[in-house]
């Protein structure tokens, strides 16, 4: 499929096929439902990412609803990696390997991480550019942000709280990416470094969206949109 404007229109006309062949995909899997919700936005996000990278690389060789089926079932295991570790059935975590004895002698405990000072001050730098970016949104967007990232609502979830429409929201959220994207590139952060701070439990990252005006419950997904 080639122009971007041939692409986006596919995908503005196909949303409900593209969350349907993510819930296929999740059919077998034991995630909870609000998993699954998180999963059919990650997929969203991934269509539309850098200008619909996906959805240009298709070549016509297949139907269109084939090529996307293999693009999102790269996606749930590239998902459940993210958010899970190293997938198992089960969902047992993984265990670390320890030290254990060789020849009687045991092997010596990992020197201190020698990057943690480049962590730590990577983290403030990552802090201090999202939350100068953050504090430039406007008022609805800080929220969107505050229920997706902190709440750990989907973006179905937040389109039925907020009344938004959920294509809207799959945008807005592109956008605020790039923004992001472009601040941290500016303060010389990449990709690469980013990954290495997220999820460490010695990283402090704060971005300013602290957890207030969050409704105490998530909104029914069988509430009528209206």
């Not at 503005?12 to 969350?19: A, K, T």
């Not at 919700?37 to 990278?53: G, T, W």
């Not at 942000?145 to 979830?157: D, I, K, N, Q, T």
């Amino acid at each position: 499929m080639e122009g971007r404007t041939a692409v986006e229109d596919w995908f503005r006309s196909n949303v409900p096929l593209i969350e349907r062949l993510s819930r296929f995909v999740c059919r077998d899997s034991r995630l909870t439902p609000a998993d699954v919700d998180d999963f059919v936005s990650y997929v969203m996000l991934k269509l539309i990412d850098d200008d619909y990278a996906v959805l240009r690389k298709f070549e016509g060789r297949c139907q269109m609803s084939s090529y996307v089926i293999v693009v999102v079932r790269r996606a749930f295991s590239d998902f459940l990696a993210r958010a899970f570790g190293k997938y198992r059935p089960d969902r047992a975590p993984v265990q670390r390997p320890v030290a254990v004895p060789i020849d009687d002698e045991v092997l010596p405990a990992q020197p201190v991480d020698e990057l943690a000072g480049d962590r730590a001050a990577g983290s403030k730098t990552v802090s201090a550019s999202l939350r100068d970016a953050i504090g430039e949104l406007s008022a609805e967007e800080q929220t969107i942000l505050r229920l997706h990232f902190v709440a750990g609502w989907s973006v179905a979830e937040i389109s039925r709280s907020m009344r938004i429409d959920q294509q809207n929201l799959y945008g807005r959220l592109r956008r605020i990416c790039k923004t992001f994207r472009a601040r941290l590139i500016a303060a010389g952060i990449d990709a690469r470094q980013v990954n290495d701070l997220v999820g460490r439990p010695e990283v402090d990252l704060d971005f300013g969206l602290t957890p207030t005006q969050i409704p105490a419950e998530r909104p029914s997904s069988n509430l009528e949109e209206q």
